[in-house]
């Protein structure tokens, strides 16, 4: 079923509760219908595609058409002792298919929980967390190709995926393709992750064989409620910049230059990475109020409209100052993980 709202008060479709507008918001329930609504739109109008607008911060009303995918199910493709293929429609929110995971003794995916946003879109982002990415599980993207007007399929390889990126975000590929499912590897066997130090503190000393997927879902939920807000209660799209990676000399700069103070990182093949929150948080802003706009008290990481009223100018304006001070007192250059529309 195909749905038209024209004039569409986008408010309740992006987390950051930007009061923002398209020209026509289309939805639909099924694959088959992409290319009747594509045909439907001329080639004039600006077009784009959103999934829960978890991960967006429009900067303005958009004039062209907003689509939205409805595709449920989540459906067991094969099944084996060390294996269970499973698809699922890209407008399936994502924690309710990690719940169902979780529901049946199935990992892989229980590090995510909590996140939000729907399935489709985490496949673009790639999104993680907690010491799993969504590339770890994903077995294959189907979508519809806008170029030459068929379906395709993904594998993972082809995916191209890294660090919140994947080729459907790169410049010759972005918006060309629509995903309407994306499959998941599962694994039977307890196999818990616990990389990330808090759930390795959480279970250390625990008997691994003993544990359940529920078990981490719990933990991280309770880890990223002590953290995050919650974006029903406090609109926000969650982590505002990118993780940066430098070089190890510049790295080396910067613990001399915060000396008698632990600079956090993570060693990466590409280089050191560190975490944008610990310097937001040095150069001040954990806390900052400007206006309708906030940094979020507990996780610098994440710019809030605390009061749902904050106009995206405020937002944007906030951010800059942001990246300013990083800038002059780091010598980086944070990246925004929003996407600006």
């Not at 329930?29 to 967006?56: C, Q, W, Y």
């Amino acid at each position: 079923m195909i749905t038209t709202l024209d004039n569409y008060n986008l408010t309740e479709r992006n987390t950051f509760a930007m009061k923002v507008k398209c020209g026509v918001f289309m939805e639909y329930t099924k694959a088959e219908e992409i290319p009747f609504i594509l045909s439907s739109i001329r080639k004039d109008v600006k077009r784009m595609h959103i999934g829960a607008g978890s991960n967006l911060l429009f900067t303005s009303d958009y004039p062209g058409v907003v689509l939205h995918s409805a595709i449920k199910g989540i459906k067991i493709l094969s099944e084996t002792s060390k294996e269970v293929i499973v698809r699922v429609g890209s407008g399936e929110t994502m924690d309710d298919f990690i719940k169902w995971a979780c529901d049946r003794q199935l990992w892989g995916v229980e590090n995510l929980s909590g996140i939000p946003g729907e399935v489709g879109a985490s496949a673009v982002q790639n999104v993680g967390a907690y010491g799993t990415e969504a590339c770890d599980v994903i077995v294959a993207v189907h979508a519809f190709d806008e170029v030459d007007r068929e379906f395709v399929t993904f594998s993972n390889e082809k995916c191209r995926y890294g660090y919140r990126d994947s080729i459907f975000k790169k410049p010759n590929f972005k918006g060309r393709y629509i995903i309407h499912a994306v499959d998941y590897a599962l694994r039977p066997e307890v196999s818990p992750t616990l990389t990330y130090p808090a759930l390795k503190t959480m279970f250390g000393d625990r008997d691994t064989a003993t544990l359940t997927p529920h078990d981490i879902r719990e933990a991280v939920i309770a880890t990223r409620a002590s953290k995050l807000p919650d974006p029903a209660k406090v609109p926000s799209a969650g982590s505002f910049f990118k993780n940066p990676v430098v070089t190890e000399e510049h790295f080396e700069r910067i613990r001399q230059q915060e000396e008698g103070i632990e600079v956090p990182h993570y060693k990466t093949a590409a280089g050191y990475k560190i975490p944008a929150a610990w310097m937001i948080d040095r150069c001040g802003w954990k806390g900052y109020e400007e206006g309708n706009v906030a940094v979020w008290h507990l996780q610098p990481l994440v710019i809030v409209n605390p009061y749902r009223k904050a106009s995206p100018d405020e937002v944007v304006n906030l951010e800059k100052k942001i990246i300013d001070s990083v800038r002059q007192r780091f010598g980086i250059t944070l990246s925004p993980e929003v996407e600006h529309i």
